[in-house]
């Protein structure tokens, strides 16, 4: 028996890294779980491993960006389940570089991705959740969208504008019993901060009172708490899972 028995959970980016974390685990949970993410080899993997452990998993190629394609995954996955319970916003990117360099292009396809991403697939996920009446959307937001980075003004820009929407959608939806959170990871070992030297890595651990990079469990935990009935008072909150990093 797990707690999220016969729940239906949408995770974005859920091929690798974080994703694939919270994808694992609320599977574990009992949870079926429709993966979203670009690459079909990578997300037919994660599905294919998933049910190899039990799991009940479906993958779907989907670049959040896109609103129609967004919106026709997701009604699928309504109609094939009945029910959607659970939206983890997690897919995600960078395209780092000094803000007097960077191109339009770079700053629009994050913010596209990232903040347009989390948008398109909550309009269609709260339209099922609010004839529910019931339903979780917790949102992969992150350290510098609440303190800032040098070189990811776009990046940062859309990690805090998720932090805005979290709370702004809170609100809207609270009435309907939808309950929508943030979580802000600070540095997770992921392929995201696979490209950051050693000693890029160093100072960064220098930062972090815990005195260590988070995994992706140690998200992917806050992700389950969240989805789960001990947190069934709390809405409109930015869940801090960085070591001490922000304090
Ligand atoms: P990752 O290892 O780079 O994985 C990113 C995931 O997002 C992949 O599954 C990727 O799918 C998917 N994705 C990228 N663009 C997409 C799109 N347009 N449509 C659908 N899926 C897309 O990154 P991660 O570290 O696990 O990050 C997950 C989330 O946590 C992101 O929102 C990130 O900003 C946030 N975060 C990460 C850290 C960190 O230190 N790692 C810190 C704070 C916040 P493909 O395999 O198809 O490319």
């Given at each position: 028996m797990?707690?999220?028995?016969?729940k239906t959970a949408i995770v974005?980016?859920?091929?690798?890294?974080i994703g694939l974390e919270c994808a694992r685990l609320l599977a574990v949970e009992g949870a079926n779980v429709a993966l979203f993410a670009t690459n079909a080899e990578r997300g037919k993997a994660a599905e294919s491993e998933i049910r190899a452990a039990g799991g009940?998993?479906?993958?779907?190629?989907?670049?959040?960006a896109d609103g129609a394609a967004t919106t026709q995954a997701i009604e699928t996955v309504a109609r094939e389940f009945g029910r959607i319970d659970l939206l983890v916003n997690n897919a995600g990117m960078t395209r780092d570089g000094l803000v007097v360099r960077m191109s339009d292009e770079d700053f629009d396809r994050v913010v596209d991705v990232n903040l347009g991403g989390a948008f398109h697939c909550?309009?269609?996920?709260?339209k099922v959740m609010m004839r529910q009446k019931s339903g979780r959307i917790v949102n992969i937001a992150s350290v510098v969208g609440l303190i800032g980075n040098p070189g990811q003004a776009n990046y940062a820009a859309?990690?805090?504008?998720?932090?805005?929407?979290?709370?702004s959608v809170a609100r809207e939806l609270a009435s309907r019993g939808i309950l929508?959170?943030?979580i802000a990871p600070g540095f997770i070992d992921t392929d995201m901060t696979g490209a950051m030297s050693p000693e890029q890595?160093?100072?960064?651990?220098?930062?972090?009172?815990?005195?260590?990079?988070?995994t992706p469990r140690d998200v992917a935990n806050a992700v389950l708490f969240l989805a789960g009935p001990q947190a069934d008072y709390i809405t409109g909150q930015?869940?801090?899972v960085d070591g001490g990093l922000a304090m």
């Open positions: 797990g707690i999220l028995d016969g974005t980016g859920a091929s690798r890294g009940r998993a479906s993958f779907t190629v989907v670049d959040v909550t309009r269609s996920v709260a859309s990690k805090g504008a998720i932090i805005a929407l979290t709370k929508v959170n943030a890595r160093d100072a960064a651990k220098a930062g972090i009172p815990l005195g260590r990079f988070g930015v869940l801090v």
